[in-house]
């Protein structure tokens, strides 16, 4: 079970109703509420335990199709997700130690967990900077340079190297979703399935989409020039290529 930090009842009111893979809670961090805490010096990635699809990014296939299924996942427009384990609930990649699987590429979204920048509202385009604060990535104790604010109210130099991240990855993020937009209207998407065999028994792994070759080989030669000098060839490549990887899935936990 994955252990959690007590979270306040007046934080509990900011969160929105509905929250993203991995956080259970999302609170908006101010020097008011939040001085004091520190991002722990060690990640224990035991929050991701059970997820067994991360959310990618177009910019991570060429990191990730070494390791993993890159599949797409979701409604009308799917989001492209490395399958970290072949069962629901299960991470192959995090062990009991709360440790990934070493030489395994870790996802950006992974990574970006506890923060995230979420929108203020509907009207107003500004992003502001939230935690899942029952995170034990969070300490009330630490060097001063793991300090979310110091004692003045000011953005310690962790929050500033968060809020960079986060902000590249929530453009990798609107990139990979007009991609798959572009996807979509091509009519390159298919359903698919696999059947692996792990210990004698055999796993169904559904409910998953996947570029289809044969359409995209379909394609006037004028739109696959264009899909060509835009570089979407390559990064549809890399997702054809990680589809090997079900011969391995799940082999090495």
């Given at each position: 079970m994955v252990k959690r930090r007590a979270v306040s009842k007046a934080d509990k009111e900011l969160q929105p109703?509905?929250?993203?893979?991995?956080?259970?809670?999302?609170?908006p961090l101010t020097p008011a509420r939040h001085t004091g805490l520190y991002f722990a010096q060690k990640r224990d990635y035991a929050y991701a335990g059970m997820a067994n699809a991360i959310p990618l990014t177009l910019d991570e296939f060429a990191p990730a199709m070494r390791n993993y299924p890159i599949v797409l996942a979701g409604g009308e427009v799917p989001?492209?997700?490395?399958?970290?384990?072949?069962?629901?609930?299960q991470n192959q990649c995090v062990n009991a130690d709360g440790e990934w699987l070493e030489n395994h590429y870790i996802p950006a979204y992974v990574r970006r967990?506890?923060?995230?920048?979420?929108?203020?509202?509907?009207?107003?385009?500004?992003?502001?900077?939230?935690?899942?604060?029952?995170?034990?990535?969070?300490?009330?104790?630490g060097e001063e340079d793991r300090a979310l604010f110091n004692d003045a109210g000011e953005a310690g130099s962790v929050i500033k190297?968060?809020?960079?991240?986060?902000?590249k990855y929530d453009q990798a993020v609107e990139r990979t979703r007009l991609a798959m937009e572009e996807a979509v209207k091509l009519d390159l998407i298919q359903s698919s399935t696999v059947t692996i065999s792990r210990g004698g028994k055999n796993y169904k792994v559904a409910g998953f989409q996947i570029i289809s070759e044969e359409k995209l080989r379909a394609l006037p030669d004028d739109v696959l020039a264009?899909?060509?000098?835009?570089?979407?060839l390559t990064i549809y490549a890399a997702h054809h290529l990680s589809l090997t990887n079900f011969s391995s899935f799940g082999a090495d936990a």
């Open positions: 109703d509905t929250l993203p893979l991995l956080y259970k809670t999302l609170v989001t492209p997700v490395a399958l970290v384990g072949y069962a629901a609930g967990y506890p923060f995230a920048l979420v929108r203020e509202s509907a009207t107003v385009e500004r992003n502001i900077l939230c935690a899942d604060l029952s995170s034990v990535l969070f300490e009330s104790k190297s968060i809020i960079e991240f986060c902000t264009g899909l060509a000098r835009r570089g979407v």
